[in-house]
């Protein structure tokens, strides 16, 4: 078995149930926003065009009033974690059409959940060295002058062709 990394940051969830478009539609939105911050998120569902972001925009409302209301913690640091969308039940609606038949028209739902998590803490840890001290190491004094050999002082050579007049350019 493999083990999985885990980490302590709170994370909050926030779900609309039912919602009146298909989970293909709403997928599509979802992809802009996940993995950005949440007034990214806002900013990107404010300028999308398409007609479930104003729902996927009230989904993401409720889950930073979650977050504030019943953890403490700021909306604007939240960052989305995940956002997706299940498909929900289908409404099955008959259109009439010529010669008495009828066409089947699929009225598509989806179910919307948006996790929103603390951004990481950046840890500033150091490693216990058993060595020496960086400063006793060999580094060189300030008063002490660097050898340098003289390979090291030539420039290399140009590797530029060479015609009849000179170097070309």
Not at 24 to 49: C, M, N, Q, S, Y
Not at 108 to 137: F, M
Request: glycine residues 4%; aromatic residues 2%; positive net charge.
């Amino acid at each position: 078995m493999s083990k999985t990394a885990t980490d302590d940051r709170m994370r909050v969830r926030a779900q609309a149930k039912w919602v009146r478009t298909s989970a293909r539609k709403a997928r599509i939105v979802l992809d802009h926003i996940r993995g950005r911050t949440v007034p990214e998120a806002r900013t990107v569902l404010a300028f999308t065009t398409r007609a479930v972001a104003t729902d996927i925009e009230k989904v993401l409302r409720s889950a930073v009033a979650n977050a504030e209301a019943n953890h403490g913690l700021d909306g604007d640091e939240l960052i989305v974690e995940s956002a997706y969308a299940d498909v929900g039940p289908t409404l099955k609606r008959w259109k009439p059409r010529a010669r008495g038949r009828v066409n089947r028209i699929r009225k598509r739902t989806c179910h919307v959940t948006l996790v929103l998590v603390e951004p990481p803490e950046v840890e500033t840890r150091r490693r216990r060295s058993t060595a020496k001290p960086a400063a006793e190491e060999t580094a060189p004094a300030a008063d002490e002058t660097v050898e340098t050999t003289e390979a090291a002082e030539k420039p290399k050579a140009s590797r530029r062709k060479k015609t009849k007049e000179g170097v070309a350019a």
